[in-house]
């Protein structure tokens, strides 16, 4: 069986939000959609992403990191994590604050192998789909490529269950 190209699986009903859409607004388009992100567009272009991660980094703890007085000087020991990009979710109002951006999108001509490999190797769950205009066309999760995959497998298993 042919591996589907992406826009033969892509959900193609995409939840989107605008830049100045409240936190609230976006937060439940989130768990409406059931989706991991949704897409912040300004005409039809994708200007960022409020993940599930966003959501929930606002409700996290900081750390602010330690000042170390030495001699006449001070120094931050840092923990690894930006202070500054904490700040910045913990305050957000609209998504526009609160998204992630730049966002890592996929064309529609991709194939499955390519977008689990762009999935795996930048660590997201969640992918904007775009059209050689650089339009939003579609979205793919994880949870989406689980699907297709679990349907190729069977198909898989069945043939070959048949030829023997």
Do not use: W, Y
């Not at 892509?10 to 991991?36: H, I, K, Q």
Request: glycine share 4%; hydrophobic share 45%.
């Amino acid at each position: 069986m042919a591996e589907p190209a992406l826009r033969e699986i892509m959900r193609r009903n995409v939840p989107t939000g605008a830049p100045d859409d409240t936190v609230a607004r976006v937060a439940r388009v989130l768990a409406d959609s059931g989706l991991p992100g949704v897409p912040v567009t300004v005409d039809g272009e994708v200007i960022g992403i409020v993940t599930d991660k966003d959501i929930v980094q606002r409700e996290a703890n900081i750390s602010a990191p330690t000042v170390v007085p030495f001699l006449d000087a001070f120094f931050v020991a840092d923990a690894g994590r930006k202070l500054p990009e904490e700040l910045s979710k913990i305050l957000a109002t609209n998504a526009e604050d609160l998204m992630t951006h730049p966002v890592i999108n996929i064309r529609d001509t991709a194939t499955l192998e390519d977008t689990a490999t762009v999935m795996i190797d930048r660590n997201v769950s969640v992918l904007p789909v775009l059209d050689h205009e650089n339009q939003l066309v579609g979205i793919i999760s994880r949870a989406d490529l689980v699907k297709v995959i679990a349907r190729l497998e069977n198909s898989a298993g069945e043939t070959e269950s048949t030829s023997e």
